[in-house]
């Protein structure tokens, strides 16, 4: 399946911006499940200097500096992306094949294992992430339990997220507290992921952030109006000595072909699409546009 992705972002100031500072993450990562085709960046006003690198998580980073005085920023990235669906359902296959007792995975994660090592930086609390509650670790726990299968139970985590959180936006944004959206069990899948995570991390387990798009298709009859589609984000849990399954609790599903991947990370903070620091005074609006098409079988 082959994909064209549109992603624009904007800033207008209040006030004059005289030179500003960004780091954009809008080329998705090329894997062995998915290949990138194209992709190019425009933006206005003329970047002054630019520079791309690759993080610690492996993303795609391109550092702008804009010198030019401006009173809006805005970034477009256009991506072309193969999927193979088949690979990654092979994948999701072998993950549950191989999956093991939640006991066991406790065990293997205390020990030292070089294949385990670099899956240990999502175990922690990170920047927007803390590890939960009593009662969020008593809610995830009726999932997990010591002899049932990893991926079974995480299965069922994702399901009840689904099942129990409704979908509400406005609600929250990316720096509202894990326990206020699990208290009113509602959010967006930026909440529902972020919950996940710190959920599984409470109970021991690596999880980490993934940062994509997710196709979606309109009712029978209806045309796909343009630029009506977001980002989107799910989780994926690493399974010791076997590899990272993902999970989409918004959706309920494990991703395969309608799931675009960008980038990961430890929380929403790592892969945000654009962030920067400005020389201006007085607030600032931001706009998001996201348009996801398939384009061929």
């Known amino acids: 399946m082959i994909y064209d992705i549109y992603h624009k972002t904007t800033f207008e100031y209040e006030g004059m911006v005289t030179f500003s500072h960004n780091i954009a993450r809008l080329k998705p990562r090329e894997n062995r499940f998915q290949k990138i085709l194209d992709f190019s960046m425009e933006i206005l006003p003329s970047v ?3 520079h791309s690198f690759t993080d610690m998580f492996g993303n795609s980073n391109s550092h702008l500096l804009i010198r030019k005085p401006h009173r809006a920023l805005s970034v477009i990235g256009r991506s072309r992306v193969e999927i193979f669906p088949h690979l990654l359902d092979a994948h999701n296959e ?8 939640y006991e066991k995975a406790l065990s293997l994660l205390e020990s030292f294992d070089l294949y385990d090592l670099m899956a240990k930086k999502y175990w922690f609390e990170s920047e927007l992430i803390c590890k939960g509650s009593r009662a969020i670790e008593a809610y995830v726990r009726q999932s997990f339990h010591s002899k049932r299968d990893l991926f079974e139970a995480c299965a069922e985590f994702m399901q009840r997220i689904f099942n129990d959180f409704e979908f509400v936006p406005g609600f929250s944004d990316v720096t509202t507290p894990i326990e206020e959206i699990f208290d009113a069990k509602k959010g967006v899948c930026q ?3 972020h919950f996940a995570i710190a959920s599984l991390r409470t109970i021991g387990l690596p999880a980490k952030y993934i940062s994509g798009y997710i196709e979606t298709i309109p009712k029978e009859g209806e045309e796909k109006l343009f630029g009506v589609d977001a980002s989107h984000a799910w989780f994926a849990l690493y399974i010791p000595r076997v590899g990272w399954v993902g999970f989409d609790p918004t959706n309920n599903l494990i991703p395969t072909s309608q799931h675009i991947f960008l980038g990961q990370g430890r929380d929403y903070d790592d892969i945000t699409p654009l962030k920067g620091v400005v020389m201006s005074s007085g607030k600032s609006e931001l706009q ?4 996801v098409r398939r384009v061929s079988l």
């Open 94 to 101: 072998r993950m549950k094949q191989n999956s093991m007792p």
């Open 191 to 193: 909440d529902f992921t």
């Open 288 to 291: 998001i546009s996201v348009d």
């Open 48 to 50: 002054y200097e630019e």
